[in-house]
């Protein structure tokens, strides 16, 4: 019986990372949500705790937004490696940089573009 040969992922390697990612996403909210559930709410608190309660909770929606956009790349990064588009900017074109890759696999963008839409020129 003749073996067939698998076309090996050249992508495998930033998938990996891409999942490491995700899961800690997931398991980071996990977290914040059971944290957040067991925070008393005794009715006895005064005015300062109440607004330090607040602020908390005010904080970790924000990371949470953080999160979510987090998120929302890495599902758009698997998304470019189906349609094998991963490693391409999405803004010109261009390959990304092997290095780039290793440290942001989630990037849509090339160095260059990167730095125009942290100045807020890219549309």
Same mark, same amino acid.
């Given at each position: #019986?003749?073996?067939?040969?698998? *076309? @090996?992922?050249? /992508? &495998?390697?930033?998938? $990996?990372?891409? =999942?490491? *990612? &995700?899961?800690?996403?997931? $398991?980071?909210?996990?977290? $914040?949500?059971?944290?957040?559930? @067991? !925070?008393?709410?005794?009715?006895? &608190? ?7 309660? @607040?602020?908390?909770? %005010?904080?970790? +929606?924000? !990371?949470?937004?953080?999160? =979510?956009?987090?998120? #929302?790349?890495?599902? %758009?990064?698997?998304? =470019? #490696?189906? @349609? $094998? ?12 940089? %092997? *290095?780039? !890759?290793?440290?942001?696999? /989630?990037?849509? +963008? ?6 125009? &839409? ?6």
């Amino acid at each position: #019986m003749a073996r067939t040969k698998t *076309k @090996a992922n050249p /992508w &495998q390697p930033y998938e $990996d990372a891409l =999942r490491k *990612k &995700q899961n800690e996403l997931f $398991d980071s909210y996990e977290r $914040d949500k059971a944290a957040g559930n @067991a !925070l008393p709410d005794d009715g006895i &608190q005064d005015l300062a705790d109440k607004a330090a309660s @607040a602020y908390s909770k %005010e904080l970790n +929606f924000s !990371l949470s937004d953080a999160e =979510r956009n987090l998120l #929302m790349l890495i599902e %758009e990064a698997f998304n =470019r #490696m189906k @349609a $094998d588009k991963f490693g391409v900017c999405t803004n010109c074109g261009a390959t990304i940089g %092997e *290095k780039r !890759l290793q440290a942001v696999p /989630w990037t849509p +963008f090339c160095i260059d573009c990167q730095e125009l &839409q942290e100045k807020g020129l890219l549309t």
